[in-house]
């Protein structure tokens, strides 16, 4: 997550605006890189994620290896195999918004946060964040629930914590296969943060890793920006029982604030009690 440069107009009175990206993100530029044409930013539209500032990364897996992705909306990461087989299919794409792609369920979703003496292991806080996070997910007795140990191996793990060097935020990907995203990282700017800040971030990005997108993808108002995509794709559907417009307190909004708790509001809850 990138801290905001300027201070801008937002709906909530902030202590300090962060948006999910690291910052300062290095753009590769050897021959073999992924590039940002019409044909992938049209792509990127066509699915309801926001087209400004995509970049291309050198993502690291958890075996080491490194790939070129694409990186959209500041925190989400996606390879050009998985841009190439994503589709909406008339999915919902309104307000607490998902992907086409959820993991299946019923099912149990084993979350490992790295430990031991390597640059990798958590912090105190990331612990203790990532634990009220998993708490609040299997709190709402959803048909996925996770189970959480914290461990230097990543045997049998669904979802991997790991922390990176970089400013406060995090970043994950979607799921494919019936299967969340592999791994959530969690930059090390997080660690002069509260643990409700903690909990916030760690639970937004397994949002992201079940299928979750941003709340305000279309015009990023979170983060006092005005990049307006206009309504949501093809086959756009409202979850049922959740608002149309900005939502201001919801847990998947592009950006957040050093005030807040971590909490799902009643429409983060609504949402994900209708996909799962």
């Not at 300027?6 to 605006?17: G, K, P, R, T």
């Not at 279309?218 to 939502?247: H, K, L, M, W």
Request: glycine share 10%; aromatic share 6%.
């Amino acid at each position: 997550m990138k801290k905001i440069k300027s201070i801008l107009a937002v709906s909530l009175i902030v202590l300090l605006v962060l948006s999910c990206n690291k910052e300062d993100e290095t753009v590769q530029t050897n021959q073999e890189s992924l590039k940002v044409t019409p044909e992938v930013l049209s792509k990127i539209k066509s699915l309801s994620l926001n087209t400004t500032d995509v970049q291309v990364i050198k993502n690291t897996n958890l075996d080491g290896t490194t790939e070129d992705a694409f990186l959209i909306e500041g925190d989400i990461v996606i390879t050009q195999d998985q841009l190439d087989k994503m589709d909406l299919h008339g999915g919902i794409t309104t307000e607490q918004y998902r992907t086409t792609n959820l993991v299946s369920a019923p099912r149990t979703i084993r979350v490992v946060g790295l430990t031991g003496t390597g640059t990798s292991a958590l912090s105190t806080n990331m612990r203790n964040g990532l634990q009220a996070a998993i708490n609040r997910y299997n709190n709402l007795g959803l048909s996925i629930n996770f189970t959480l140990t914290f461990s230097s191996s990543t045997s049998g793990a669904n979802i991997v914590v790991r922390r990176q060097t970089g400013s406060a935020g995090g970043v994950a990907g979607f799921p494919s296969g019936g299967n969340p995203y592999n791994s959530v990282t969690l930059y090390s700017g997080l660690d002069s943060y509260s643990t409700n800040v903690n909990a916030h971030v760690a639970a937004h990005e397994i949002g992201h890793c079940i299928g979750l997108r941003h709340t305000d993808w279309f015009s990023r108002q979170s983060c006092g920006q005005n990049s307006n995509e206009g309504t949501a794709g093809v086959g756009a559907i409202q979850i049922p029982g959740t608002p149309s417009g900005y939502d201001a307190t919801s847990y998947m909004l592009a950006c957040f604030n050093s005030s807040v708790t971590g909490a799902f509001n009643a429409n983060d809850i609504t949402a994900l009690n209708y996909l799962y």
